[in-house]
């Protein structure tokens, strides 16, 4: 969420009474942008796109999740992970969106 906090906004979305909610946001220097999507208040996916170098250093940069395998195979695999509910004043993903739709 800290990552990218400071760039450009390309799009803020909140819509559903915020059920769902979306935001990108274009890298300062880079051709790369970050994108964010949230549902039902607790489902989040989040990625970039544009420069393929640029986006593989962002992607690297982040912290690694713990999954537990359920199923693994060849070319495929199922992995869960378990839900870690965030304090209101460390969630900042879309805080600047608050403000813009003000």
Known sequence: MKQCIDWDYRLVLNTAEGYFRAVIR????????????????TYR?????????A???LFAELPQ??????LE????WIRRRVEQPLAEEDDTLFVASAAVEA
């Not at 999740?65 to 359920?70: A, K, P």
């Not at 195979?73 to 495929?76: A, E, F, I, K, V």
Request: glycine share 16%.
């Open 26 to 41: 274009r890298h300062p220097t880079e051709e790369c942008w970050s994108w964010a999507v949230e549902w039902n208040g």
């Open 45 to 53: 996916l989040v990625g970039y796109f544009g420069n393929l170098e």
């Open 55 to 57: 986006g593989g250093a």
């Open 65 to 70: 999740l713990e999954v537990n395998s359920i």
């Open 73 to 76: 195979g060849l070319n495929r």
